[in-house]
């Protein structure tokens, strides 16, 4: 599994109180293990009425094995009055930590995580500023400090691929944990709002299926991963959980024609990107080595290779016999390459995050769904 948490997350003003109970159960049983609870729209509620209503479910949550950080803007902070020097509201909350959806100046932020208590302060990772250099000029605790990305309901709304890795990178190379949102594609699935397209935080995540947006987001680098809307099916739950591994695992959509050795290659080796990186496949050489004896035919070299193609070199090349490559763009077959199948379209944008050294696995994908 990957070192960071797959997470949920809890509307509890949008579903009974036993409906969350059931959700925390059933994912705990798929490996989840954080919770994103949101406290938004309880205006009406007391401080003391909150704290009776949510207790006792964080409660429950806690000890199944997850880490709660509740949703929090500036009015519900003053509502239960909450301060930088005060966050006794959330020890009695029986929660791990806050998201600070909106932020102060970068002194109080640094002074929350100075609470006796432990909970973790998570600040908005979406936005392009230079908002979490300035919280750590003011000395916080490192260890207190983790990031979250927005989610999107409204659709056309979400970030884009650059701007997502541009506001990442910082955070990435500063070593904060940092997290963003997936969205189940059940059909009239909500989140805080009444929206129902989804909840991603990256627009061309909308509509994708969930494993695949978990996929993508890992190769760029995140660590933690949340559902934002509910509730997923068990089958989406399944699937998050299979694709949150340590290396990327790619669906490739086989011709039937494959012979038993190009298999092999396919599915029961560990692939790795050479360092030495091409513009136009990524390329897979190990297995050259290991099955140099082996006789692999010519059978399909289709003329003109395109984007998302899955490519082994015959034995017509000799001492590149065995290869493996994906094609990152169109371009002519020389003609000794067969073209054994191709990577599901809806994972075609992992492509771009192969890095070099990368190491990835295939997995055939029509055996998968059946099996």
Request: glycine letters at 8%; hydrophobic letters at 35%; proline letters at 5%.
């Amino acid at each position: 599994m990957h070192m960071g948490k797959l997470g949920i997350s809890i509307y509890p003003i949008r579903a009974p109180m036993k409906r969350w109970e059931d959700y925390l159960e059933q994912s705990a049983g798929y490996g989840f293990s954080r919770v994103f609870e949101s406290l938004i729209g309880l205006s009406r509620l007391t401080r003391e009425e909150i704290i009776e209503r949510y207790q006792p479910l964080n409660q429950r949550a806690q000890k199944l094995g997850f880490e709660i950080i509740v949703d929090v803007a500036p009015s519900v902070l003053k509502q239960v009055g909450v301060t930088p020097f005060d966050l006794s509201f959330f020890e009695e909350l029986n929660v791990n930590g806050f998201r600070l959806d909106e932020g102060y100046s970068g002194m109080e932020e640094s002074v929350m995580t100075c609470n006796p208590y432990g909970l973790l302060v998570e600040i908005n990772a979406s936005i392009e500023s230079h908002y979490i250099t300035t919280i750590l000029d003011y000395q916080p605790v490192r260890s207190h400090l983790i990031a979250c990305h927005n989610f999107y309901p409204q659709r056309h709304t979400g970030l884009s691929i650059e701007h997502f890795k541009k506001t990442s990178r910082r955070f990435c190379e500063l070593g904060i944990r940092l997290a963003a949102f997936v969205s189940s594609g059940v059909e009239g699935s909500f989140g805080p709002w009444p929206s129902t397209d989804g909840l991603p935080s990256l627009e061309c995540h909308r509509g994708l299926p969930i494993e695949c947006q978990v996929t993508h987001l890992l190769g760029m680098g995140m660590d933690d991963i949340i559902i934002a809307n509910c509730f997923p099916t068990e089958g989406e739950l399944k699937k998050v959980k299979e694709s949150f591994g340590i290396i990327p695992t790619l669906d490739v959509i086989l011709d039937a024609r494959t012979s038993e050795t190009e298999r092999k290659i396919l599915f029961e080796e560990m692939h790795i990107s050479r360092g030495d990186v091409s513009d136009k496949i990524v390329r897979s050489t190990l297995p050259r080595v290991k099955y140099a004896e082996k006789i692999i035919a010519l059978f399909n070299p289709k003329p003109n290779i395109q984007r998302g193609d899955v490519i082994i070199n015959s034995e017509q090349y000799e001492n590149y016999a065995g290869e493996m490559h994906i094609a990152l763009c169109d371009y002519p077959n020389t003609g000794k390459s067969n073209v054994i199948g191709k990577i599901r379209p809806e994972e075609l944008i992992v492509l771009d995050e192969i890095k070099p050294w990368q190491k990835f696995r295939l997995r055939n994908y029509h055996e998968d769904r059946t099996s």
